[in-house]
Nanobody, 126 residues
Framework: QVQPVESGGGLVQAGGSLRLSCALS????????MAWFRQAPGQEREFVAA????????YYADQVKDRFTISRNNAKSTVDLQMNILNPEDTAVYYC???????????????????WGQGTQVTVSS
């Protein structure tokens, strides 16, 4: 089955930056819509960002607009999430997800993504 694998999580001080990466195996990366979600303890999983199969459309949650940037490299079958100006509210386990592309844009609903990575922890101090 299609399997995303995340990396790049860690501990960072408020105001700092991290870059997450997701590699996809078991499927054709170029025909997958890719997304990042996050989940803090006791909270529901929430949408962070998504990018369509061509890389021409990107989507962001309001709370990360102008701070996070999603990008993809089809040659390497990877999608990255550059996170800047991090604050403690960004602390969560970050998950990479994939689905077949659909006309009109990427979904912001976790249930509509059938393929998920194991998650990578991001902790922002101060």
């Amino acid at each position: 089955q299609v399997q995303p694998v995340e990396s790049g999580g860690g501990l960072v001080q408020a105001g700092g930056s991290l870059r997450l990466s997701c590699a996809l195996s078991g499927g054709t990366f170029t025909i997958r819509t890719m997304a990042w979600f996050r989940q803090a303890p006791g909270q529901e999983r929430e949408f962070v960002a998504a990018i369509n199969w061509s890389g021409g459309g990107t989507y962001y949650a309001d709370q990360v607009k102008d701070r996070f940037t999603i990008s993809r490299n089809n040659a390497k079958s990877t999608v990255d999430l550059q996170m800047n100006i991090l604050n403690p509210e960004d602390t969560a386990v970050y998950y990479c997800a994939a689905r077949r592309p659909r006309v009109g844009g990427a979904s912001r609903t976790p249930d509509e993504y059938p393929y998920w990575g194991q998650g990578t922890q991001v902790t922002v101090s101060s």
